[in-house]
């Protein structure tokens, strides 16, 4: 059976932060020693209420993040993002842009994603300006991360495309690829902070 077939006769159910959980205990399950696995727990308190399926992009954001505009203000560090939206392609990032217009205000979007865009020219932006809110795929944003091109440090809150489906109705998790590259962004950095409380998951 396809993953399509399934998911065309029944209605989708929203995210919860147990999904992502469960996704992490299988994806590390086989080679992972019981301490390592323990140490890639979230708890509960690490995620944002997630999306009902009845908000739009902006009006989850105005529910899991009502102080935007004195965080916003507040944001002075270059290099870095207050709020990182991950999700599985460039076209869909585009979407998510346009669609968080309501939510925004005057703030500064950085596209993070490789389609026609260089690693090197989103490190120099990054290095150069002060940007707000970046939005991208997993691979792009673990690549700048890597390079020392993006740092997680006053990132607040991490929001996952987790609902949203593709013409063949699949989530950003089912597409292998994808789940892997977020899956290692998680953990190279991201669970840890959610860990000390410093970053807040969202799943829309």
């Not at 006769?9 to 020693?33: C, I, M, W, Y």
């Not at 970046?134 to 740092?151: F, I, M, N, S, Y």
């Not at 789940?179 to 829309?204: A, H, P």
């Amino acid at each position: 059976k396809k993953i399509s077939d399934i998911l065309q006769k029944t209605a989708p159910k929203p995210g919860v932060p147990a999904d992502l959980q469960n996704l992490l205990s299988q994806h590390f399950g086989e080679n992972r020693s019981v301490i390592e696995i323990e140490e890639l727990k979230l708890s509960d308190s690490c995620f944002l209420p997630a999306n009902d399926l009845t908000h739009s992009f902006s009006s989850y954001l105005k529910e899991i993040c009502p102080k935007w505009a004195k965080l916003r203000r507040n944001h002075k560090e270059k290099k870095s993002v207050v709020m990182l939206v991950i999700c599985s392609s460039a076209l869909r990032s585009l979407e998510l842009i346009k669609s968080m217009t309501a939510f925004k205000g005057d703030c500064r979007v950085l596209k993070l994603f490789a389609k026609h865009i260089k690693i090197k020219e989103q490190m120099n932006m990054l290095e150069k300006g002060v940007f707000h809110i970046g939005v991208g795929t997993p691979g792009r944003v673990k690549a700048l991360v890597e390079q020392d091109g993006l740092c997680l440090n006053s990132t607040k809150y991490m929001i996952l495309d987790w609902n949203w489906r593709d013409q063949k109705l699949r989530r950003m998790m089912d597409i292998p690829e994808i789940k892997k590259e977020t899956i290692d962004l998680l953990e190279m950095s991201i669970i840890k902070l959610c860990r000390e409380g410093s970053v807040k998951l969202g799943l829309f």
